[in-house]
């Protein structure tokens, strides 16, 4: 798991740690029951406060996607795969509307969209 701070984003710290942690596991780089970094191993590695590491391991886990076991860290949870793909769709609804938004900005017609997302996907069918 790579984690980049921005200096430069708009985000918080935390935002921006927890962004990316959500977004490693909502994809699948880092699995059901992987352990993760101690607080303040994370810390250390990204030199920043404890207390920004304990406040992202805190909303991950209040969005049921790390659990917190006393004595042995905090591991990715084991969360039902409906609940996980709801959380990726919300992630691609995101990217959507981002993409409409600049689409829009490129005074680009709602067909050219869906010509330009048709093109793409059918590329990426081909071996």
Same mark, same amino acid.
């Given at each position: +798991?790579?984690?980049?701070?921005?200096?430069?984003?708009?985000?918080?710290?935390?935002?921006?740690?927890?962004?990316?942690?959500? !977004?490693?596991?909502?994809?699948? @780089?880092? *699995?059901? =029951?992987?352990?993760?970094?101690?607080?303040? !191993?994370?810390?250390?590695?990204?030199?920043?406060?404890?207390?920004?590491?304990?406040?992202?391991?805190?909303?991950?886990?209040? $969005?049921?996607?790390?659990?917190?076991?006393?004595?042995? =860290?905090?591991?990715?949870? =084991?969360?039902?795969?409906?609940?996980?793909?709801?959380? *990726? +769709?919300?992630?691609?609804?995101?990217?959507?509307?981002?993409?409409? *938004?600049?689409?829009? $900005?490129?005074?680009?017609? !709602? !067909?050219?969209?869906?010509?330009?997302?048709?093109?793409?996907?059918? @590329?990426?069918?081909?071996?």
């Amino acid at each position: +798991m790579k984690i980049i701070i921005s200096n430069a984003s708009n985000d918080p710290i935390y935002i921006q740690i927890m962004n990316q942690i959500r !977004q490693s596991i909502l994809s699948n @780089e880092i *699995r059901a =029951g992987e352990l993760l970094p101690s607080i303040r !191993q994370l810390a250390k590695d990204l030199q920043v406060s404890v207390i920004t590491t304990k406040r992202v391991y805190e909303e991950l886990e209040k $969005e049921k996607l790390i659990d917190s076991v006393v004595g042995k =860290g905090c591991f990715v949870s =084991g969360a039902n795969k409906d609940f996980i793909r709801e959380q *990726r +769709m919300k992630l691609l609804e995101e990217k959507m509307i981002e993409i409409i *938004r600049e689409s829009k $900005e490129l005074n680009m017609s !709602q !067909q050219d969209l869906i010509n330009h997302f048709t093109l793409f996907f059918e @590329e990426e069918q081909t071996p």
